[in-house]
């Protein structure tokens, strides 16, 4: 079955940097988008990056443009990202999703917490 993983959340002091890793399985993950999504205490989920199957192809919202950075290792079904200079607005429950499969599907992850704060 399909399974997304994620990992590196934590506290982090505003300015910091982080790296967030989603490891898949159950599906073909060299011919998959891949995308990062967030949602913060009380709003909605929201696009945060998206990378394209061979990862030639990127994608950011404007809140993080130049300050995040999408990456995947195919040989290891991982989907990456990088945050930099991190700001309280980053606080959030940060989510991998797979682009639609062949089922007809997305499939999300569980979720892995990233809080900035002094």
């Known amino acids: 079955q399909v399974q997304l993983v994620e990992s590196g959340g934590g506290l982090v002091q505003p300015g910091r940097s982080l790296t967030l890793s989603c490891v898949t399985s159950?599906?073909?993950?060299?011919?998959?988008?891949m995308s990062w999504y967030r949602q913060a205490p009380g709003k909605e989920r929201e696009f945060v990056a998206a990378i394209s199957r061979a990862g030639g192809s990127t994608t950011y919202a404007d809140s993080v443009k130049g300050r995040f950075a999408i990456s995947r290792d195919n040989d290891a079904n991982t989907v990456y990202l990088q945050m930099s200079n991190l700001d309280p607005e980053d606080t959030a429950v940060y989510f991998c999703k797979t682009q639609t499969l062949q089922d007809g599907r997305a499939y999300w992850g569980q979720g892995t917490q990233v809080t900035v704060s002094s």
């Open positions: 159950g599906f073909t993950f060299s011919d998959t988008g």
